[in-house]
């Protein structure tokens, strides 16, 4: 997963050839549906689950 690899908004948008605000939306979507707030919880929720 992009976002859990440490990718910007902005290099997920280049690499996916979409528009930043896109990524943001969807991002905000993941986080709702994960039960998180940002990138860092979900990277430490990924963990406990073991995504890393």
């Known amino acids: 997963m992009l976002l859990l690899d440490g990718h910007t908004n902005k290099e997920i948008a280049k690499k996916l050839v979409i ?9 905000r979507h993941i986080y709702s549906k994960v039960g998180v707030s940002n990138k860092k919880e979900l990277f430490y929720k990924a963990l406990a689950l073991g995504r890393g």
């Open 19 to 27: 528009s930043e605000n896109t990524v943001k939306i969807h991002a």
